[in-house]
DNA sequence: TTTTGAGTTGTTCGA
DNA sequence: GTCGAACAACTCAAA
């Protein structure tokens, strides 16, 4: 056996632009590029035909071609990192594992756990900054304190931001670092107990798409948001390539999103309980109905309310939701259904291609009212209203849920007023000092 | 320490 | 139809 370097992908699913990547290639021996389909991940998934796993699929496929053609290949694993790890230093003599940090909960714990068992073995675990441009602990208050206003953490971060933190790695420069070996088998997705996926996944140009990102951003029936969530999700993306591209194209507004991203992945970090608690625990104090027929309705877009219909209806086909049909759908569950924001998020989780847990539970939390930040209580989307402004002529609505251009309408699962006049009231008695 | 200004995305009501 | 105020205080950030 030779010396080896190891280099860990998650959610990083690239060889260009990889820090990680980068600082291994650069390291005294050969890598080996090494993906692992975690089981603990893969086992709590629902359905069979989860998109995501086809688009990881799809994704080490092209990685694994672009390794043979260096004469290297990529390593899949499929179990439990934590047995995983000790086979893998059983088969190869690994100087040291290379990999980008990761800031969930579960990957914290994950990685800690590796941390100390590679340490154990005498191998060093070198982590980078890979997925955001500032980290948890790089734009704080004077104080050292982590924010929970989003504007004062923004103005911050724009101005911390330099081109040197923007440079991309480039990792092409060393491919012939890359450990020369046959190629090693590629399991199929029915290997590791999945099948391929129907959905279509968006394409990563998402350059000339900022253009009209400010005016057209709210319209669902618009096709003008740049779809990119997913592969910045994955990693199929580098973060200092999309908001070099922002900075250079002028587009505020869509760089603010990337800030909001990176915002709710420093909360989480500071504060972890927020993905299953209110951030405000005061907010914990609300009886909700959780009425299990009307989240149904819901979840299958049965409303009676067209643009909470359409939205659920585009989610559950296509694994996407248009942003601001999201904050229509969300604020309908927790407001006029008053049904747990938790149980919502779950869905989306379930649903959504482009799923992360911080912004999932930022944006679940913001909508409901509990977060930090988050819209005041008495702020109730009126469906009606959203529709009338974002959608007037119905093109999203009829797009999704055709049975609105009939004559015989559905009939609304709960009344707009009444539901208002509910909400309030049930709010205002749970936040009582 | 105290003070001051401000805080993602909205709705309703009444003039 | 349009406009401004009220909605409810509270907490955060920074001077």
């Known amino acids: ?31 080996l590029v090494v993906f692992i389909f975690d089981e603990n991940i893969l086992q709590k998934l629902a359905n069979r035909a989860d998109a995501r796993v086809t688009f990881i699929h799809q994704q080490l496929t092209k990685i694994h071609a672009a390794l043979q053609k260096n004469g290297s290949s990529l390593l899949i694993k499929y179990g439990k990192p934590e047995e995983i790890w000790p086979a893998i230093l059983k088969d190869y003599e690994v100087k040291a594992v290379y990999a980008n940090r990761d800031y969930e909960p ?16 005498g191998i060093n675990f070198h982590t980078f900054k890979d997925q955001v441009i500032f980290e948890k ?31 991309s790695y ?25 099948v391929q996926a129907q959905q279509k996944f968006p394409a990563t140009n998402f350059e000339l798409r900022l253009k009209n990102y400010d005016q057209q951003r709210d319209y669902p029936a618009v096709d003008a948001t740049t779809r990119l969530g997913l592969h910045l999700r994955f ?28 915002f709710y992945m420093m ?9 299953q608690q209110a951030f405000k625990p005061v907010y914990d104090n609300i009886i909700w109905r959780n009425n299990e027929q009307e989240f149904k309705a819901w979840c299958e877009g049965k409303t009676g309310y067209p643009i909470v219909d359409a939205g659920m ?32 998020e779950a869905y989306f989780a379930e649903k959504l291609l482009d799923y992360d847990l ?21 702020r109730v989307f009126n469906p009606a209203l959203q529709l009338k402004k974002f959608d007037p002529k119905m093109e999203y609505v009829y797009k999704w849920a055709p049975e609105y251009k009939l004559p015989t309408l559905p009939m609304p699962i709960v009344d707009h007023t009444f539901a208002r006049d509910r909400v309030l009231k049930v709010y205002k008695k749970a936040l009582q000092p």
Request: charged residues 25%; aromatic residues 14%; proline residues 5%.
């Open 267 to 275: 909360i989480l970090w500071h504060f972890p309980h927020s993905a």
């Open 235 to 262: 990693g199929t993306v580098s973060i200092r390539r999309v908001v070099k591209e922002a900075q250079r194209q002028g587009a505020d507004k869509w760089l603010s999103e990337l800030v909001w991203r990176e």
């Open 137 to 167: 602990d790089e734009v704080i208050k004077a104080d050292g304190k982590p924010y929970t206003v989003f504007t004062p953490y923004y103005r911050l971060w724009l101005k911390t931001l330099t081109d040197f933190h923007v440079q």
């Open 170 to 194: 480039p990792t092409e420069k060393y491919f012939n670092n890359l450990l020369q070996l046959e190629p090693l088998p590629f399991p199929t997705l029915k290997d590791i107990g999945f």
């Open 313 to 344: 209806r585009q989610l559950n086909e296509t694994g996407f939701m248009h942003n601001r049909v999201r904050m229509v759908v969300a604020s309908f569950l927790c407001k006029h259904l008053l049904i747990d924001w938790r149980w919502g």
């Open 106 to 121: 579960y990957a914290r714990k994950r990685d800690d756990g590796l941390a100390e068992f590679l340490i154990s073995e």
């Open 358 to 378: 911080s912004s999932n539970v930022g944006g679940w939390q913001w909508a409901c009212g509990s977060g930090n930040d988050a819209a005041p209580y008495f």
């Open 1 to 31: 056996m030779k010396p080896i370097t190891i280099c860990w992908l998650r959610r990083d699913l690239r060889l260009e632009d990889n820090a990680a990547l980068y600082h291994a290639l650069k390291s005294n021996y050969p890598v």
